[in-house]
């Protein structure tokens, strides 16, 4: 708000009404740091569970070839072996070490979620800004296509989309953002129409800012918060999604490590060797539940009500 120069400029005689909207947006727009984001998520206890969770996943992820005990594809041990001290998770079928490759696991899982997220987002972010912004013919077109891809369950939609390609984790991530972009969409939208008639908006116009400056500068910071809330609530549904739709067949293929695929492994084997289900849904559960609560703790702290 500091780039638009409001004194010895030409402005005509409302925006001196409108002027104090100006000091009460740099408010708004301070950065999330120095308004003790943080410091508020950790006194949220589910928060600092969820948080706690979703770091801890990271981790494992990120510092899996350290931690893991074995190669996810090494034949290290017997035919499902119970849980011991060498295999702490026990064997699969073949042998392989089921905890070293749940931690390659979270690799692929988070990360495959992690990008289809980004993809969602910006997408999201893109269509529903200029849509929401311009207004008018556009707005109308994009509204319908909108519509009409949530007139469909977006999970078979999904399906249907991931089946026209070779199964793996890339059709499979872009199967995701190009079905649930659109539910993003239009929750951004509704967010830029009611941000652009707040009278900081209408101080920015008759101070003679550009419609893109706006839309970037003025309108954007105040519609991301939300979008974050939701793109980190959504994460447990997409490694949710990603597991589904792997352990169907239409994502990761054996023997890559991933979790759904893992589940669609040991499926065969439930009541003879349950810890071949066990570990790896926990794992799914942990995931999802670490997002839920962080997105939730980042919902109160991000809310301009509290």
Known sequence: MTDIQLIGSPMAPEAEEVVPALVGAERVLQPLARRGVFRRLMRDWTARIGFVLVVLLVLAAVLAPLLAPHEPLALDGGSFESPSWSHPFGTDRLGRDLFSRILFGARLSLGTAFFASLLITFAAVFVGSVTGFLGGAVD??????????????????????????????????????????????????????????????????????????????????????????????????????????????????????????????????????????????????????????????LRDVLDPKS
């Open 140 to 297: 109308s077109v994009v509204m319908r296509v909108v519509d009409t891809i949530l007139a469909f369950p977006s999970l078979l939609l999904a399906i249907v989309v991931a089946g026209l390609f070779k199964p793996s984790l890339w059709s499979l991530m872009l199967a995701l953002a190009s079905v649930w972009w659109v539910g993003y969409a239009r929750i951004v939208r509704g967010l830029v129409l009611a941000v652009r008639e707040r009278q900081f908006v209408t101080a920015a116009r008759v101070a003679g800012g550009r419609s893109s400056r706006i839309l970037i500068r003025h309108i954007l910071p105040n519609v991301l918060p939300p979008v974050i809330v939701l793109a980190t609530l959504e994460m447990g549904t997409l490694i949710l999604a990603i597991s589904a739709l792997s352990f169907l067949g239409l994502g990761a293929q054996p023997p890559t490590p991933e979790w759904g695929a893992m589940l669609n492994e040991g499926k065969n084997h439930f009541f003879s060797a349950p810890h071949l289900m066990l570990f790896p849904g926990l794992a799914i559960s942990a995931a999802v539940l670490g997002f839920n609560l962080l997105g939730d703790g």
